[in-house]
């Protein structure tokens, strides 16, 4: 488990962005470890930047075929 301080280390949003997401369900669970203070599982965590990851490279890779398209088809 990670503080949050250690989760805005790792990816660069603000703290009130990684609550917007916690509570869209977009993001990992927190989880109350003391008064006051929350953390996030690592695994999780990397988890969700992985899928990120994967998520523009798909977006970039069909941009990519579209251009591609664009220039094969006469006018």
């Known amino acids: 488990m990670i ?3 250690d989760v805005l280390k ?3 949003v603000s703290r009130s962005t990684i609550e917007r997401k916690v509570r869209e ?3 990992s669970k927190m989880y109350s470890i003391a ?3 929350v953390g996030l599982f690592l695994d999780e965590v990397v988890e969700w930047q992985k899928r990120l990851a994967e998520t523009a490279i798909r977006q970039s890779e069909s941009e990519n075929v579209k251009n591609v398209k664009r220039t ?3 006018r």
């Open 3 to 5: 503080s949050i301080n």
């Open 10 to 12: 790792r990816i660069p």
């Open 25 to 27: 369900g977009t993001f």
């Open 35 to 37: 008064p006051m203070r």
């Open 72 to 74: 094969l088809v006469p």
